[in-house]
């Protein structure tokens, strides 16, 4: 069964209009060592860095790491944003600059001595200063972020200077994560990142399965306008 039009897609139209328009008591008295930025956008530490985020928003048993959902932010900003330039419409990637991003949140964290839990770089050993943060800092490094408090001018393009670009997506990574977990997309297995036309379903509908959602259903009748006898301009 291949679903008429699936969450996953509906993300994407989603998402590319919203694009378009040590522990608690650790001493305050210096700032905790995080790792250095990377300055690098390979792929092991792009997918390290969604890795953390993932884990951190939807975390344990049959979350978001379970069902690869770094996989699908890395995918979504890859493939299905334009952002607005000099030239018009420009389709760029996204996932490398936006790990970049959340390292520099982290950063910052650490610059403003905020950092209430010792970083551990052993969980995600290819990342960098986000992904070493414990979950709360995180989100802390994250809050940082929308709140404009980091040096807006040092972001990668097309991040740099830009508050709104930085707001919409770190916003909308939130969503895409529901989106993800309650769609097809680990169900797709070891298609999930070939093109659309070519994804096929392998594995059981996990998270379908677990609020008793039937899948997609066809042969309902479905509103398309009503009848008019006369028309006229």
């Known amino acids: 069964m291949k679903p008429s039009k ?7 139209e989603s998402l590319a209009s919203l694009v378009s328009n040590q522990s608690s008591s650790l001493s305050q008295s210096r700032p905790i060592q995080l790792p ?9 530490h792009t997918r ?12 344990s048993t049959n979350g978001a790491l379970d069902l690869r959902l770094d996989d699908y932010l890395i995918w979504g900003l890859d493939h299905y944003i334009s952002i607005q330039g000099q030239w018009g419409m420009n389709h760029i990637q996204l996932s490398a600059v936006t790990a970049e991003v959340l390292d520099a949140g ?27 943060l414990s979950v709360n800092d ?5 809050y940082l972020l929308e709140q404009g408090e980091v040096d807006m001018e040092s972001l990668p393009p097309p991040f740099q200077g830009n508050l709104g670009l930085v ?5 909308n990574l939130h969503q895409m994560i529901l989106l993800g977990y309650y769609s097809e997309w680990f169900s797709l297995g070891t298609t999930r990142l070939s ?6 379903i392998e594995r059981p509908f996990v998270t379908w399965d677990l609020v008793h959602y039937p899948g997609p259903a066809y042969g309902y009748r479905d509103l398309r306008g009503f009848l ?4 006229s301009e």
């Open 195 to 200: 093109p659309p036309e070519n994804r096929r």
């Open 48 to 59: 390290a860095t969604f890795m953390a985020f993932a884990d951190a928003v939807i975390p």
């Open 138 to 142: 995180r989100f802390e490094a994250i």
């Open 6 to 12: 699936s969450l996953f897609h509906e993300f994407k």
């Open 167 to 171: 707001e919409n997506i770190l916003g």
């Open 228 to 231: 008019v006898k006369n028309f």
């Open 106 to 132: 982290a950063t910052q964290l650490s610059l403003s001595q905020k950092v209430k839990e010792m970083p551990n770089p052993s969980i995600f050993p290819e990342g960098g200063p986000f992904s070493s």
């Open 36 to 44: 250095l930025p990377t300055n690098q956008t390979s792929t092991a």
